[in-house]
């Protein structure tokens, strides 16, 4: 860092805050924001009486590898200052990246792309030309690039504290998206699969009597009623970790959202939600102008989902979902 090579950063006490602050106030009156890189804790305190500064890199190189993509305890800080964690950029693919600082390959890119997604930060594939694996980086976001985040960055599980375990080793994280109407849709991530326990993503206090359990890999769906002792498999994935978004039921329907998406149910896709008399789900949908989505919808009573295809032609569009008169796949 600037700290540790500058001399004159060390022998004058008030140069380094004039040093940031010069360069938070210049990008603002710029229209632009600020990403701390390699920060120390007391920069990255600093941040925040500076609007500008948004977000700082919340795990090592990426050419260190081991648990670098790890940044689940670092976002709590930064998110109590009112920042956003970035992790480094990744390869997207498992591909020799040839010509690279670090030629890889990736054996875990889907972890290392759900790992940005869930920090709600930027999202930053670094593959080499005709390397990027499309499809997975196409996951974080919409067709025009905005990403879709969880409302909060991701966090460890409470048993991480619970268990007297530093948290910055416990590789169990926890995030999620409030929607009008539906509730609170957590996404829980586990590094090594284990049984889950509700309490584990609601600690002060249960969110709905009842929850949709999916499973973002295996596409498995499970129906729990919450209680104290609620536990649910979390199957692991083809790279070992699991992932599974934990969707409240409203009036015997729960939303699913987008299948193919790492947050499968952002905020910033899904406006609200309603359920009426006649049984009917009706969701708002956000997204780019000509964009196809495709929405997913579990029903409780049949033990199904339906899924259904929008053209986005404006800015909110709204899809409804019938029962039994829609198409349901298992």
Not at 102 to 124: F, K, N, Q
Not at 210 to 215: E, S
Not at 224 to 246: F, K, P, R, S
Request: aromatic share 10%; with cysteine; glycine share 10%.
């Amino acid at each position: 860092t600037e700290y540790d090579s500058v001399e004159a950063l060390q022998r004058n006490i008030s140069l380094a805050d004039r040093w940031l602050r010069g360069m938070a106030q210049g990008a603002e009156s710029s229209g632009r924001t600020v990403q701390y890189c390699m920060p120390y804790a007391y920069d990255v305190l600093s941040a925040s009486a500076y609007p500008a500064v948004t977000n700082a890199r919340a795990t090592g190189d990426y050419i260190s590898r081991g648990t670098q993509w790890a940044m689940g305890a670092t976002s709590m800080f930064y998110w109590a200052i009112g920042i956003l964690p970035f992790k480094d950029g990744f390869y997207s693919s498992n591909l020799p990246q040839l010509g690279g600082q670090i030629v890889g390959p990736e054996t875990r890119p889907d972890r290392a792309t759900l790992m940005a997604a869930l920090s709600g930060a930027m999202v930053g594939p670094m593959d080499g030309i005709h390397l990027m694996n499309a499809s997975r980086v196409m996951s974080t976001c919409r067709a025009d690039g905005t990403v879709l985040k969880p409302d909060r960055p991701l966090m460890p599980l409470e048993t991480c504290f619970a268990s007297g375990v530093d948290p910055a080793t416990c590789f169990n994280y926890y995030s999620y998206s409030d929607i009008p109407g539906l509730g609170r849709a957590f996404y829980v991530f586990m590094d090594s699969p284990r049984p889950l326990g509700v309490k584990e993503v609601m600690p002060a206090g249960r969110e709905a009597d009842q929850f949709a359990v999916y499973n973002w890999y295996t596409s498995s769906l499970t129906w729990v009623t919450a209680g104290e002792q609620t536990h649910v498999d979390v199957e692991a994935g083809y790279e070992g970790h699991g992932y599974v978004l934990i969707s409240p039921v409203s009036q015997g329907w729960a939303l699913l959202g987008e299948a193919g998406k790492l947050v499968p149910t952002s905020s910033l896709r899904f406006k609200s939600l309603r359920t009426m008399s006649s049984g009917q789900l009706l969701v708002q949908v956000a997204g780019a102008h000509g964009e196809t989505v495709e929405v997913c919808a579990a029903h409780q009573q049949s033990r199904k989902i339906a899924c259904k295809s929008v053209d986005i032609q404006k800015e909110v569009v709204e899809i409804t979902f019938s029962e039994p008169s829609d198409v349901f796949v298992v």
